[in-house]
T-cell receptor, first 112, second 114 residues
């Protein structure tokens, strides 16, 4: 199984600023998913990007995927205090087992 | 749909006691996953089921841990005997298709073993 590695481990920004988080992985993938975890809660799925897609949008979220570099990024535009959470990527490997492996995540703090 | 339901939400027990965590997946989902989350180790997959059958239990830490899924709407994770190092938040998740689909997480059970 393959684990994504999020970078940075922690990020602190002011409300209204953009937040960018990165994810790197090692082997070819079918798709890659991003999840958010608010403090004390379970993970919530944000977006899935397939290996043949380069960019995907969902509201204030923009995800990019570069399969040649084996990396993905999650951009949150015009951040809000409510975006404060940990963000995880989960690459879905080709030919791998049927399980996602989550990294340690990026802890985002948006200061009001 | 109510989403994935877990109980109890909090459990405090003493070392050596048996602990049973419960999960009801989303109706119609064929896959169920049990995770454990700690500050030190992050989110670890313990075991997952497909159509009530355990497929991969390689993440189960030791024989003190066991999981069952007697039917499509119920699963348990049991720790016997419990130890302080088992203290963690335990999540249950379900998905329609394991590999390519979204996983839906429950709210978690915060376990404290004294």
């Amino acid at each position: 199984s393959q684990q994504g590695e999020e970078d940075p481990q922690a990020l602190s920004i002011q409300e209204g600023e953009n937040a960018t988080m990165n994810c790197s992985y090692k082997t070819s993938i079918n798709n890659l998913q991003w999840y958010r975890q608010n403090s004390g809660r379970g993970l919530v799925h944000l977006i899935l990007i397939r290996s043949n897609e380069r960019e995907k949008h969902s509201g204030r979220l923009r995800v990019t995927l570069d399969t040649s570099k084996k990396s993905s990024s999650l951009l949150i535009t015009a951040s809000r205090a409510a975006d404060t959470a940990s963000y995880f990527c989960a690459p879905n490997p080709q030919g791998g087992s049927e399980k996602l492996v989550f990294g340690k995540g990026t802890k985002l703090t948006v200061n009001p | 749909d109510a989403g994935v339901i877990q109980s109890p939400r909090h459990e405090v027990t003493e070392m050596g006691q048996e602990v049973t965590l419960r999960c009801k997946p989303i109706s119609g989902h064929d896959y169920l996953f049990w995770y454990r989350q700690t500050m030190m180790r992050g989110l670890e997959l313990l075991i997952y089921f497909n159509n009530n059958v355990p497929i991969d239990d390689s993440g189960m830490p030791e024989d003190r841990f066991s999981a069952k899924m007697p039917n499509a709407s119920f699963s348990t994770l049991k720790i016997q005997p419990s130890e302080p190092r088992d203290s963690a938040v335990y999540f249950c998740a379900s998905s329609l298709l394991a590999r390519t689909d979204t996983q839906y997480f429950g709210p978690g059970t915060r376990l404290t073993v004294l």
